[in-house]
């Protein structure tokens, strides 16, 4: 079973708030991942991580930002939620190895901004 | 460029019943490696499976396996005597040998069994 962890499960939030949505894992991989997953299902990935001080912009823009100022913690911050930003968030994280290995994925956060 | 396509979006099956999830993939890489990831309710991603392009060896894991064809560009999943737990989203992803740090997801495949 993975260890790594989304708080909060749910969060229902109003437009102009700022959130973080935490992430921890303590398997101490360096790579982690937020993907975003609309209510279609399909998931995109808005931030990773290579290591601590490393954060990079993924496929899907993303008015989020993200820190890695501890190898286990990847926090997504919203500065000022709207309701284009309700939608599950799903951070994962993986070994930094040559050979790719599989990502472990967090429950997830539930997003809704109203 | 890459892409994951999953044309089923959903499946309903009843218990016992054999049901296969398709997946075809494209990619310019020679060298890539496939996924399958299991979202039941609770919301987590599952790891099930990693295949890199090299190995078309089909694989079975109790009930389950896949059938790699490159051929086709298929990694279809399949699931032998389905169970009520079985139903989730499955996800097929792929990831490029030159850019890892990328799961391309499709757009899941929902299947309920019913009892």
């Known amino acids: 079973e993975a260890d790594i962890y989304q708080t909060p499960r749910y969060l229902v939030i109003g437009t102009g708030k700022k959130i973080t949505l935490e992430c921890s894992q303590t398997?101490?991989?360096?790579?982690m991942y937020w993907y975003q997953q609309d209510p279609g299902m399909e998931l995109h990935l808005i931030h990773y991580?290579?290591?601590?001080?490393?954060?990079e912009k993924g496929d899907l823009s993303s008015e989020s930002t993200v820190s890695r100022i501890r190898t286990e913690h990847f926090p997504l911050t919203l500065e000022s939620a709207r309701p284009s930003h309700t939608s599950q968030y799903l951070c994962?994280?993986?070994?930094?190895?040559?050979?790719?290995?599989?990502?472990?994925f967090g429950q997830g956060t539930r997003l809704t901004v109203v | 460029a890459q892409k994951v396509t999953q044309a089923q979006t959903e499946i309903s099956v009843v218990e016992k019943e054999d049901v296969t999830l398709d997946c075809v993939y494209e990619?310019?890489?020679?060298?890539?490696?496939l996924f399958w990831y299991k979202q039941p309710p609770s919301g987590e991603l599952v790891f099930l499976i990693r295949?890199?392009?090299?190995?078309?060896q089909n694989e079975i894991s109790g009930r389950y396996s896949w059938n790699f064809q490159k051929s086709t560009s298929s990694f279809n999943f399949t699931i032998t005597a389905s169970q009520v737990v079985d139903s989730a989203v499955y996800f097929c992803?792929?990831?490029?040998?030159?850019?890892?740090?990328?799961?391309?997801f499709g757009t899941g495949t929902r299947l309920q069994v019913f009892p």
């Open positions: 994962a994280s993986s070994l930094q190895q040559g050979v790719y290995t599989e990502a472990f």
């Open positions: 295949r890199n392009s090299f190995d078309e």
């Open positions: 992803a792929l990831s490029e040998a030159g850019n890892t740090d990328k799961l391309i």
């Open positions: 990619t310019r890489d020679t060298t890539y490696y």
């Open positions: 991580s290579y290591g601590v001080n490393s954060t």
């Open positions: 398997m101490g991989h360096d790579k």
